[in-house]
C-alpha cells in the first residue's frame, strides 16, 4: 500500500484491490500480449528454486535468463529452462544479454543483493529483491536513489507471507484503530535455531580450494577477498557479518512487515539498543539478541510521543503476565504483538491470529468488518504489476526499505551491545558514537562489485 493513503480509504478499498489482484492473476482483465521476460540471479540454493517456479507459473511470464555462480545450479535450472541463455557473473547477464530480459529476480546470499539489484534498475529492469533487501545500512539510501531515478519500475521485496489471510487481516485491524492508539510492539523469532542454514557453533573452518563448480571470486562479489572456508557457501552465510544477517536481519521482514502496513507513521527509528553477547569471533553474527528499537511518533493513532518495537531472536518470547495474557502458549515461535489501548494483537508468523481485550481472546479472522481475503500469489503479483496489470503490489521497495531497516539496525547495534545507538539516516549516522558510525553503516566493496548510482 502507499504511504499517504488515509486509513479510511484503506479499509473501505482493500477488499476490492484484493478481488481485482485476483482477477488480474487469473487474466480476468486484459493484459499486454507479450509475455515478462525473466532472468533469474541465484537459481537454486534455500529460495531461489522456489522463486524461479513461482514466477514461471504465471501464464505470462518466461524465465529466458538464467545466472548463478555455481555451475550444476546452473545445469539444474537450464533443464527446466532450455531455451534460456545462462552466464555465472551477472555483470555479463546485463552487458552481454541485457536486451533479452525485462525483470529480474535476485536470490543471492544477502551481501550481493544491493550490488545486482542496483545494476538491475540502473538497466531499467523490473526486480523482486530477496529479504533483507540490503545488507549495509548505506544502501538503504541508495535504493531509495535509485526508486526516485527509475518510478516506473516495479519492484517487490520477497516476503510472502504478507499474501496470508491472518497477516492481511491484522493489518486491517491496526489500520482501522479498533483496538485503540497503539503502545509498543513485541517481535521475535527462532531463528536462528537450524544448522543447515547457521553456523551456531561458530566454527573456522581451514581455508581450502572452493569446489570446482563454485566460481569463489564471483560469490563473494563486493565482499574482500578472502580464503574459501568450509562451512560458508552454500547456506550457512547467514551467520557471517560480511555475508548475511543472522537470525533478525534474516527473518525481520517476515515479523515486522505488518507494524508498518499498520502504522505509516513509523518511518525510521531513532534508537537501536541491542544486548548480546561480546563477539569473541568477529567473523560472525553472535546471538541471542534483544533490541529495542525506538521511533518517533505524533499521531492520534499512537498513546505516546514515541513508539518501541522490542525485537528477539532464538525464541525469546516476552512475557505474558507482563501484558496481562493468560497462562499458556503462544500459537508460534515467531510472533508479532501489538499492544493497544483496548487490545493486544497476537500474530504467529504462519497468520494465526488472535485478539485479546479484558482476557478474553477474539480469533483475528472473526472480527466483524473485516473483507474477505482471496487467495493471492505473491509472486504472480509482482509479475501483474511489471505487465500492467495492476497499480500496486503488496511489497514495493518503499515499503520494503522501512521494514528491512530495523532488522539490519538491530543485529548490527550487536556490536556494541547495551548501548544505545542514536540513529540519524538522513545523514547515514550515528550522532552519539563515531566508532559505530565508522563500522556499522557502510563497506569497502572490491573493484568492479560496487552497487551503481542509479540517476
Not at 538503504?140 to 527509475?150: I, S, T
Not at 504478507?162 to 497477516?167: H, K, L, N, Q, T
Not at 520494503?400 to 548490527?412: D, K, N
Not at 538522513?426 to 550522532?431: D, I
Request: glycine fraction near 6%; hydrophobic fraction near 40%; charged fraction near 20%.
Amino acid at each position: 500500500m502507499t504511504q499517504n493513503h488515509d486509513r479510511r480509504h484503506f479499509i473501505k478499498t482493500s477488499g476490492a484491490a484484493s478481488l481485482a489482484m485476483l482477477a488480474a492473476a487469473h487474466g480476468v482483465e486484459s493484459q499486454p500480449a507479450e509475455k515478462l521476460r525473466v532472468l533469474c540471479i541465484g537459481v537454486v540454493g534455500s529460495i531461489g528454486t522456489a522463486d524461479r517456479h513461482n514466477v514461471a507459473s504465471h501464464p505470462r511470464a518466461e524465465i529466458t535468463g538464467l545466472c548463478d555462480v555455481n555451475s550444476i545450479a546452473l545445469e539444474s535450472a537450464a533443464l527446466e529452462h532450455p531455451a534460456a541463455f545462462t552466464c555465472k557473473d551477472y555483470r555479463e547477464a546485463f552487458t552481454k544479454y541485457g536486451d533479452r530480459f525485462d525483470a529480474v529476480v535476485v536470490a543471492t546470499p544477502d551481501h550481493s543483493h544491493a550490488s545486482i539489484m542496483l545494476m538491475a534498475m540502473l538497466h531499467h529492469k523490473h526486480v523482486y529483491g530477496q529479504k533483507p533487501l540490503v545488507h549495509q545500512l548505506e544502501e538503504l539510501q541508495m535504493l531509495e536513489r535509485a526508486l526516485d531515478a527509475r518510478p516506473k519500475l516495479c519492484t517487490q521485496m520477497a516476503n510472502q507471507r504478507i499474501a496470508i489471510p491472518g497477516r492481511r487481516a491484522a493489518v486491517e485491524i491496526l489500520r482501522s484503530g479498533v483496538l485503540g492508539k497503539a503502545i509498543s510492539a513485541h517481535v521475535w523469532v527462532s531463528s536462528p535455531n537450524h544448522r543447515d542454514y547457521f553456523n551456531l557453533d561458530r566454527v573456522l573452518a581451514e581455508p581450502s580450494e572452493p569446489p570446482a563448480a563454485l566460481d569463489w571470486n564471483l560469490w563473494l562479489c563486493g565482499a574482500p577477498k578472502v580464503p574459501y572456508r568450509v562451512g560458508i557457501e552454500p547456506l550457512v552465510w547467514r551467520s557471517w557479518w560480511d555475508y548475511g544477517s543472522n537470525g533478525l536481519g534474516d527473518w525481520g521482514c517476515h515479523v515486522l512487515d505488518v507494524l508498518f502496513y499498520g502504522y505509516d507513521e513509523l518511518k525510521s527509528p531513532i534508537a537501536v539498543l541491542t544486548s548480546a553477547p561480546a563477539a569473541e569471533k568477529p567473523m560472525f553474527h553472535y546471538h541471542p539478541c534483544r533490541s529495542t528499537l525506538t521511533y518517533e511518533v505524533d499521531s492520534p493513532n499512537f498513546a505516546h510521543k514515541i513508539f518501541p518495537i522490542h525485537f528477539s531472536d532464538s525464541g525469546q518470547a516476552t512475557s505474558r503476565a507482563s501484558l496481562g495474557l493468560p497462562a499458556g502458549e503462544f500459537p508460534n515461535d515467531n510472533m508479532t504483538l501489538v499492544v493497544c489501548e483496548n487490545g493486544i494483537l497476537a500474530l504467529a508468523v504462519d497468520g494465526e491470529l488472535e485478539i485479546w481485550r479484558d482476557g478474553k481472546m477474539t480469533l483475528g479472522l472473526e472480527m466483524p468488518g473485516l473483507p474477505a481475503f482471496p487467495e493471492i500469489n505473491h509472486w504472480h503479483q509482482w509479475v501483474d504489476g511489471c505487465i500492467g496489470a495492476i497499480d500496486k503490489v503488496r511489497s514495493p521497495f518503499r515499503d520494503g526499505i522501512r521494514i528491512t531497516e530495523p532488522g539490519i539496525l538491530a543485529v548490527r547495534a550487536a556490536r556494541f551491545p547495551n548501548q544505545e545507538l542514536r540513529w540519524d539516516r538522513a545523514n547515514l549516522r550515528f550522532t552519539n558514537h563515531e566508532e559505530a558510525s565508522a563500522t556499522l553503516v557502510r563497506c569497502n566493496y572490491r573493484e568492479g562489485f560496487r552497487p551503481p548510482e542509479v540517476i
